[in-house]
């Protein structure tokens, strides 16, 4: 076991306040949704960029820190995270593609 | 230190024992422990792009998550977001206490494991008991809709803003129509609940309400905004309208497509049911810290275990407030 037997509270508290801030920044921009943000933007909004991005950083701060990754063994760490990130992006991106044809082809036929 | 130490090796030869090698220099259950939730890392995944895949095919008509979402316990009006936020906060605080116990362990303070173990079971417990109030929240719904032959929810807004069925539509069901029960039927079969308000009522209060107007789950894509007719239009479709829908099931929901709904109860669902696990896995650890069990052990290594899975609770519920409540 990797870990020094000093405590890492100071650090814990850290990243929960890093995570906290991250996540009333989501929240706020959740609220009032800036228009130059939400309407336009590269494949969806920018604003939901934004939130991928800061839901990632969140997810890191987890696993690393609290998750204790930080002090696995290199490739303990990497037969997870490796597995997990490269399957979860070949289904997203399958399905999402998918999806959007399935609108494409679908909602032509669709009366409203 | 064994590879496994719930079992005890030297005295019996047919067990192989594993040697001394650790691979990644992981005991087996923490090892194990992080390849299962790797499994149900990817099954929530599943879930996630499935919902990523529905939202997409329906992307023009989807229901705008901060409108549905709008409720605080105890509190009267409109405050989309604020609830979940709280919940986040709640559960990352929770994920907190446990890591802290985590750190206790490993400086061998009996005692402030247990309290920060019992700080994080009371911490899942009120993330549970909101999860349980938004759900009934979400499932007796707030406005009322009806819908369409053709599958449409229609909502009804006054001056842009969403109106409730109770405060245009007058008076009790004109039609007599009652709830069936076990004592008004002689051949008594189960009845699901009916509306408040009868179809040809909510048309009638819709033609004698000039400012009230129909809104459309179709969204119109440079605002992102439903589209909302004009009372020519909105008469033409309510005419069409099958039936009145308030709340949510399975079947129907107020809010838009009938698959909004089944996938919030299915994610928030399979989610709370983890929640749940780990509150009662906690439960269990708690007891042993205070019985002493891994004080004779030597090591708190089955509270890190049990706080790997409580941190991917947590982990999933980031990606879950994300998908499902921001984006």
């Given amino acids: 076991m990797a870990h020094a037997h000093e405590s890492s509270a100071k650090r814990i508290w850290m990243v929960f306040g890093i995570l906290s801030v991250l996540t009333l920044v989501e929240v706020y921009l959740g ?5 130059a943000l939400h309407l336009q933007g590269p494949g969806t ?7 991928i991005i800061l839901t990632l950083a969140k997810a890191y701060g987890i696993a690393w820190v609290f998750m204790h990754l930080e002090g696995e063994k290199k490739w303990f760490r990497r037969s997870i995270v ?19 044809y399935l609108y494409e082809t679908l909602s032509p036929l ?3 | 230190m064994e590879a496994n130490i719930a079992v005890p090796n030297e005295n019996n030869k047919e067990t192989w024992g594993g040697g001394n090698v650790k691979p990644f220099g992981a005991s087996y259950g923490k090892m194990m422990m992080w390849f299962f939730i790797l499994s149900d890392a990817l099954t929530f995944s599943g879930f996630l792009a499935a919902y990523g895949l529905t939202r997409f095919k329906f992307i023009d008509s989807w229901p705008i998550a901060d409108e549905v979402f709008t409720h605080v316990p105890f509190m009267h009006g409109e405050y989309p977001m604020i609830y979940v936020a709280i919940m986040t906060f709640i559960l990352i605080f929770s994920s907190v206490t446990m890591v802290l116990a985590v750190d206790a362990g490993h400086q061998m303070k009996k005692n402030k494991v247990a309290w920060y173990m019992f700080a994080t079971i009371v911490g899942g417990i009120i993330f549970v008991g909101s999860q349980a109030w938004e759900w009934n929240t979400f499932i007796n719904g707030t406005y009322g809709a009806v819908k369409t032959t053709e599958g449409k929810v229609l909502q009804f807004v006054k001056d842009g803003k969403q109106i409730a069925l109770a405060d245009f539509v007058v008076g009790e069901r004109t039609d007599n129509r009652v709830q069936h029960t076990p004592k008004n039927g002689l051949w008594f079969e189960s009845e699901k609940t009916i509306s408040n308000y009868s179809v040809a009522q909510v048309v009638a209060a819709y033609n004698a309400n000039p400012d009230i107007q129909v809104r459309t789950e179709l969204m119109d894509m440079d605002l992102k ?12 479709q309510l005419a069409k309208t099958k039936m009145v829908v308030e709340g949510a ?5 107020e809010y838009g497509n009938t698959i909004f709904a089944d996938f919030f ?22 007891f042993n810290v205070i019985l002493g069990t891994y004080e004779k052990r030597g090591h708190y ?14 982990l999933v519920w980031v990606f879950v407030f994300t998908f499902f409540y921001l984006v």
């Fill in chain 1, 31 to 35: 609220i009032i949704k800036p228009d």
């Fill in chain 1, 45 to 51: 909004s920018w604003l939901n960029w934004i939130f």
């Fill in chain 1, 82 to 100: 490796w597995s997990a990130v490269f399957l979860i992006i070949y289904l997203v991106t399958l399905l999402l593609i998918e999806g959007d």
């Fill in chain 1, 110 to 112: 669709v009366n409203w």
């Fill in chain 2, 225 to 236: 905004k439903k589209t909302i007719l004009s009372r020519e239009e909105g008469a033409l």
């Fill in chain 2, 249 to 253: 099931n399975l079947r129907a929901n």
């Fill in chain 2, 265 to 286: 109860f299915f994610i928030t669902g399979f989610h709370g049911f983890h929640v749940v696990s780990g509150i009662i896995l906690n439960i269990i650890i708690f």
């Fill in chain 2, 301 to 314: 290594e089955m509270v890190e275990k049990v706080g790997l899975y409580w941190h991917f609770v947590d």
